[in-house]
């Protein structure tokens, strides 16, 4: 049972009714809609509006992590029903540019790829908050550009994720006088994932088909070769500033859920034995089976450390016989989810792909969704469901599933843990990934601003969660 404050409303006025959430509960779990919250949300069976300020939740069944559909971050998002009509058919395009909620702030002006500007909402629910009038968001651009846009040249008050190397931070920290960079440890993953899906062979008008097996990544020899070759101690020493947060766990991060039965192993002549052993034979520089040739695409964002971090790869890669291409995508468009958008990592229209992710909860089987098929692979991102499947490498392994399905009713914290962990493992003993480096995230944060009131991102909250609270300091 849910109760909603009494004064609650929407920042065009409008009340906040327990029929906004029967709505919110519709809206998503709509197919045609395509959110990429809908598997979290179907997990409810029913939605009752007892009074205005009164819902009742049912679940299809005991759920240990029953409160992400509601509170969790980025996934318990209330929609207002009057906005669209109360018709959860509705899809309501200019809402995703013109929103209305409760939070601090509503929009006063949206340029795609380049600016939002946010002005105070004055029906915010907290008294005499937010404290600033105006809040400017500026995409576009690099990671060291904009930690120099707030630390050196004081453009900007405040940045998030920068991806930058270890001289670079050191370097705009020791260089600049209007802010810092400050580091936070996350249970966020640089990954390598692998496309279990052709991206090159088309089916009824979509590539990565999840009934088109891989020419090769489906070969667990070619999987287990190329995790080998990757040195994930020199990235995370070069790159990233820490040698021991190379890692061999998508669950990273948290010592309450990381997994101590996994290891990682850099070993190239190894990894040629391997896939000489499985019959990839060497025609000069490039071996090839049965007329197939080992021969890729590695996408990422476009971000220094991830350039050079492809370029190592690469080079590894290539000295076992695979021939890799790069490409790199404007982050803009790579994690643009759109269904119309074929460049981002939904599609996953390439064989090899590298970003960073890890699990927004303390109970993170959303999270450990990313290699759940479902049946008839419903949770795999595909047309048929608007790209909007959480399952983006076509991975399915019936074993995983049916573990991940006791996750889904485990009744307490400590047996979640231990099939959490058991997930992770099946994930990295199948080689279906190659987790890189437990990130620590790092902000650019201006000396006027108050630090004390900021909530920086863990990994369980956003960025500027609490931007309510957010002021200077008084001189």
Request: proline share 5%; no cysteine.
């Amino acid at each position: 049972t849910l109760t909603f404050l009494p004064d609650l409303v929407w920042s065009d006025g409008e009340p906040v009714t327990a029929e906004d959430l029967v709505f919110t509960w519709q809206w998503v779990t709509n197919q045609e809609n395509a959110s990429v919250n809908s598997a979290v949300w179907n997990e409810i069976a029913n939605v009752e509006a007892q009074d205005d300020k009164t819902a009742v939740v049912t679940f299809r069944e005991g759920r240990v992590n029953w409160f992400e559909p509601l509170v969790g971050n980025a996934i318990g998002i209330l929609y207002p029903a009057h906005v669209f009509d109360n018709d959860p058919t509705n899809p309501n395009d200019a809402f995703l540019t013109n929103p209305v909620g409760t939070g601090p702030y509503v929009v006063e002006s949206f340029s795609p790829n380049d600016q939002a500007t946010y002005i105070i909402n004055e029906r915010y629910r907290e008294p005499d908050k937010p404290y600033f009038e105006r809040v400017t968001f500026k995409g576009g651009g690099d990671a060291v550009s904009s930690a120099r846009a707030v630390v050196q040249t004081a453009e900007y008050d405040y940045a998030w994720n920068i991806q930058a190397e270890p001289e670079l931070i050191e370097e705009i920290n020791t260089s600049g006088d209007a802010g810092e960079l400050v580091g936070i440890q996350t249970s966020t993953t640089e990954v390598l994932y692998f496309n279990f899906s052709d991206p090159n062979t088309e089916v009824d008008g979509q590539r990565s088909h999840k009934d088109t097996p891989h020419p090769f990544l489906t070969d667990p020899a070619v999987r287990e070769a190329l995790s080998m070759a990757v040195d994930r101690a020199l990235i995370a020493r070069e790159f990233y500033g820490e040698e021991d947060s190379a890692t061999s766990n998508v669950l990273s991060g948290n010592e309450v859920f990381e997994s101590p039965n996994t290891s990682w192993v850099f070993d190239l002549e190894e990894a040629n034995r391997i896939l000489d052993e499985a019959g990839w034979e060497r025609d000069g520089d490039w071996r090839s089976k049965d007329g197939v040739e080992l021969r890729m695409t590695y996408a990422t964002s476009v971000n220094q450390v991830r350039q050079k971090t492809q370029q190592v790869v690469k080079a590894a890669f290539e000295q076992l016989g695979v021939q890799t291409n790069l490409e790199q995508v404007d982050s803009g468009v790579f994690f643009d989810s759109s269904a119309g958008n074929e460049q981002n990592t939904n599609h996953f229209y390439w064989d090899l792909s590298m970003w960073s992710s890890g699990p927004a909860s303390p109970i993170p089987p959303r999270f450990m969704s990313k290699w759940y098929a479902g049946e008839n692979g419903e949770n795999i991102a595909q047309e048929e469901n608007g790209w909007s499947g959480y399952n983006y490498q076509r991975y399915q392994n019936p074993e995983f599933d049916e573990l991940f399905d006791q996750l889904l009713t485990a009744t307490s914290q400590e047996e979640a843990i231990d099939l959490l962990i058991g997930l992770n493992d099946i994930v990295i003993n199948d080689r279906a990934v190659v987790p890189l480096v437990a990130r620590t995230f790092y902000y650019g944060i201006a000396n006027r601003l108050n630090r004390a009131n900021m909530e920086l991102d863990n990994g369980w909250v956003g960025p500027f969660d609490n931007i309510a609270n957010w002021n200077v300091i008084e001189e």
